[in-house]
Structure formats: structure tokens, C-alpha cells
């Protein structure tokens, strides 16, 4: 019996960690950068997960030019995509974690980020000058 109430008290803890973390408010449903100045060589991280957190940092102050876009994907549940101007198209895989790379050209305008399963609450955009 008392084996029981343990495995049922460690299912009620995951359970409620679980749900805590796929929570997120109106204010981190997105991510909004505004860039205007770097150059070519320059590493943007990207990260997904393991809840409902997509970020990218890098964004600030960037010109067109060649970039390495260094994804850490901690989620099988989510996916880090980024679209934009020039053909710019790149993503991860939902059901894959770790660590991926990707060379992008980005032009001036404005791009994209999201987690395509969940892409109304978990996205972010940020603009190339």
C-alpha cells in the first residue's frame, strides 16, 4: 500500500511540473527584436524549450549579411523555424533535441521565428536593417 501512495504522490509531483511548464502568459507568448547594425560571421542563438519558451538572441543591431544560426533544442515537442526575406527557410525537427546549425543570408526586412506545432503562442520576429 505504501508503495501505491509513493508511485501516485511522484505521479501527482510530474504531473503538476508538467502543467507548469507548459503554461506561459500573454506577456512571453512572443518575442519582438529590433535590429540595424553588424556583419558578415556573426553566431545568432536560437533556443526551443523545454516548455513553452522560444527565444533568439543575436538580433541586435544587424545588417544584411552571412550569419550561423545556432539552435539548442531541449523539446521532442517543439521545432525552431525561421523564414524571411531572400529565401531564408530553416528549421529543426518536432520530434528531435540537440544541437543544431544552420548558415543563413539574411537581407533587410523583417523575420520570423515560431515552434510550428504551437505557433500562435510560441513565436518572435525581429527586423534586419
Do not use: W
Not at 501505491?4 to 511522484?10: E, F, G, K, P, T
Not at 533556443?47 to 543591431?61: A, R
Not at 544560426?69 to 521532442?76: I, M, P
Not at 521545432?79 to 527557410?89: A, I, K, R, S, Y
Amino acid at each position: 500500500m505504501t508503495r501505491s501512495r509513493a508511485a501516485l504522490l511522484i505521479l501527482l509531483v510530474l504531473l503538476g511540473l508538467a502543467v507548469a511548464g507548459c503554461g506561459g502568459g500573454d506577456d512571453e507568448e512572443s518575442t519582438t527584436t529590433e535590429a540595424s547594425g553588424s556583419g558578415d560571421g556573426t553566431t545568432l542563438n536560437g533556443s526551443v524549450g523545454p516548455g513553452f519558451e522560444i527565444s533568439l538572441d543575436g538580433t541586435d543591431g544587424l545588417t544584411a549579411g552571412s550569419y550561423t544560426l545556432v539552435v539548442n533544442d531541449q523539446s521532442s515537442a517543439h521545432n525552431f523555424h525561421l523564414t524571411g526575406p531572400g529565401g531564408v527557410d530553416v528549421s529543426t525537427d518536432v520530434g528531435a533535441e540537440g544541437e543544431e546549425s544552420f548558415e543563413v543570408e539574411l537581407q533587410a526586412g523583417e523575420y520570423t521565428f515560431l515552434c510550428d506545432p504551437h505557433a500562435s503562442q510560441m513565436k518572435g520576429s525581429f527586423t534586419v536593417g
